[in-house]
């Protein structure tokens, strides 16, 4: 394995400084395996400078170490600040802040993006442009204006440099993972090789803001006619890898519970909304959403009673394919029905698990840790516990990670956390399960067939017309082949019995031969003047068996 470079020696310094300068060093040290290194600690003059920072209260240390750290480290705040279940109240309200509350960069550098952009001085794209940003997050900010023709846009505009520091930053996670793969035992099982490589994918994808406005416009595509979510449409023409012009949308951002109260939010029907349109995203449209955390979602509240969602940011978005989602809807239909053998059997069949499983042993495994979650409501689920219940049953049954559904994990957990923000009592396994048994349906029975058969249809249309002659080609064809076939078999008999002709023949011959040999040694061996009867009758039947051999071949 390659020494680590100077880059990568700084950038861990440039941690270890952050985290003790905000006296995080007492958590990350607290762990036995690294308390060997505290006395690194005691080098940095940053201990002995940062009192100040030291002595805040840890959820706003937490905060202000992670935006320090750069965009990595803000996106894995993000994505606990929807975990207020696994997290004491203090530390998820501090967190939620880098959803869309990290420091802006200068309004002066966003102009100098947008016009290197879109090659063209602002006022002429934009009739009104505001300097100060609506929000700011770890790669982009957004700023609101308005175009010639009227339309209310927001602007979102690429942190300078992103791609270089979010590479630099990579590559020293690629280094641990490497390592970690190398030295850990678990390494093996949890891929973590992989499983950065397609952090890796997504998180330069979400660098270039023309596959961000593709993937929005995918999607308001899907939900064209829906009444449950809502996407702003896409201006094209202003669009450029580090400028995005989207619609600016009117609604209540979902974190918002005491503004959506005041306006009366059926707040029951809202979270049923988000449960059927994620399944729809994943298992009808496959194509889904990956960055739900609380910044990125908004409510339409124009009818109370039946509130819709409006999403924003679409620079995360995953895919399966049609065996994993088979795979998955098959896994949780069978959870539903609290089916242990069938999940395990899946796990198996997936290669998920190896061929030597016991499934009986890894079926009560999987009982132990999900039969108590059934029948209780949302409030009393935290989805993020069972999850790491079953990260652990599955370390002794040697199951590996699969990194292509990591953005779906992570989704699943996104979705839990606003569930559980807005109706608590939320029987989730109510609202999925008619979807999953529907779509698998779908896939699999009489509904599958007649889908494939209208899918087909225009094909077969084609090839109608062109059935008699294909059929009477078919049939001359087989005729022949018949002809051949019997042509084929007569000489293949003939064949056969040249062949027992010949073996015959030759039989006899060596027969004749044999005695033709044994009458001349007969003659030979008598002193007489005369040869004996015996040798020339025995003479004569050698040469008759020779003559019978020679006029069969």
């Known amino acids: 394995m390659k020494t680590m470079a100077f880059s990568e020696l700084r950038r861990l310094w440039t941690i270890q400084r952050v985290m003790v300068r905000y006296g995080l060093d007492e958590f990350l ?23 100040q920072t030291r002595a805040l209260p840890r959820a706003d240390r937490i905060h202000h170490a992670l ?17 207020r279940d696994l997290l004491p109240d203090d530390i998820a309200d501090a967190l939620s ?88 035992s678990e390494g093996p099982r949890l891929r973590p090789v992989e499983v950065v490589a397609e952090y890796e994918k997504t998180t330069l994808d979400e660098l270039d803001l023309v596959r961000e406005a593709a993937n929005g416009a995918q999607l308001r595509r899907n ?60 298992f009808r449209d496959n194509f889904f959403h990956a960055d739900m955390h609380p910044g990125n979602v908004f409510v339409d509240t124009t009818v109370p009673s039946e509130p819709r969602y409006i999403a924003v940011d679409f620079g995360i978005v995953g895919s399966l394919t049609l065996e994993d989602r088979r795979y998955l809807a098959e896994n949780l239909v069978a959870f539903f029905h609290r089916d242990y053998d069938r999940v395990a059997e899946l796990h198996v069949q997936s290669g998920w698990v190896p061929e030597h499983t ?18 209780k409501p949302l409030a009393e689920i935290s989805f993020g516990l069972v999850l790491l219940r079953l990260f652990q049953t599955a370390r002794r049954f040697e199951m590996q990670v699969q990194p292509q559904l ?30 999953l048994e529907r779509w ?32 009477h080609s078919v049939l001359k064809d087989t005729q022949a082949d018949r002809r051949r076939s019997a042509e084929q078999a007569l000489a293949m008999q003939q064949l056969q019995h040249t062949v027992r002709t010949g073996q015959r023949a030759q039989l006899i011959a060596l027969i004749g031969i044999g005695a033709v040999v044994s009458s001349i040694v007969m003659a030979g061996l008598d002193v007489g003047s005369s040869v004996p009867w ?3 009758l025995l003479g004569g039947f050698g040469a008759c068996c020779v003559a019978i051999a020679l006029i069969r071949r």
Request: with cysteine; proline share 6%; aromatic share 10%.
């Open 29 to 51: 040290f607290a762990h036995p395996l690294a308390r060997p290194l505290r006395w690194l600690t005691r080098l940095s003059p940053d201990r002995w400078f940062s009192r």
């Open 67 to 83: 935006e320090d750290l750069g965009p990595i480290f803000v996106k894995f705040g993000q994505t606990l600040s929807t975990r």
């Open 97 to 184: 802040k880098l959803q869309d509350q990290v420091l802006p960069f200068d309004s002066a550098v966003a102009r100098e993006q947008i016009e290197a952009g879109v090659g063209v001085p602002i006022p002429e794209v934009f009739a009104t442009f505001e300097d100060t940003p609506l929000a700011s997050a770890s790669i982009a900010q957004v700023h609101a204006a308005t175009l010639h023709d009227g339309s209310s846009v927001v602007v979102k505009v690429l942190r300078p440099n992103m791609r270089e520091v979010i590479k630099r930053d990579l590559g020293l996670m690629y280094r641990i993972a490497r390592l970690a793969e190398r030295y850990w």
């Open 223 to 282: 939900f064209l006619e829906s009444d449950q979510l809502y996407v702003p449409e896409m201006y094209f023409d202003y669009c450029r890898e580090n400028v995005l012009v989207i619609e600016r949308i009117e609604g209540v951002q979902i974190s918002n519970i005491a503004e959506l109260e005041r306006r009366g939010v059926n707040f029951e029907a809202l979270a049923k909304h988000g449960v059927d349109v994620f399944f729809r995203q994943v």
């Open 358 to 375: 016991r499934i009986e042993d890894f079926a009560s495994a999987i009982r132990t840790v999900c039969e108590p979650i059934f029948e």
């Open 406 to 435: 990591i953005l779906l994990q992570k989704t699943l957990l996104h979705i839990e956390g606003l569930g559980r923000q807005l109706y608590p009592e939320l029987d989730l396994w109510k609202t999925a399960k008619p979807y």
């Open 440 to 471: 698998l349906s779908e896939q699999v029975g009489p509904r599958a067939i007649a889908k494939k058969l209208r899918a087909e249809l225009p094909r077969y249309g084609e090839i109608l017309p062109e059935l008699p002659g294909l059929m």
């Open 534 to 536: 015996s040798a020339w």
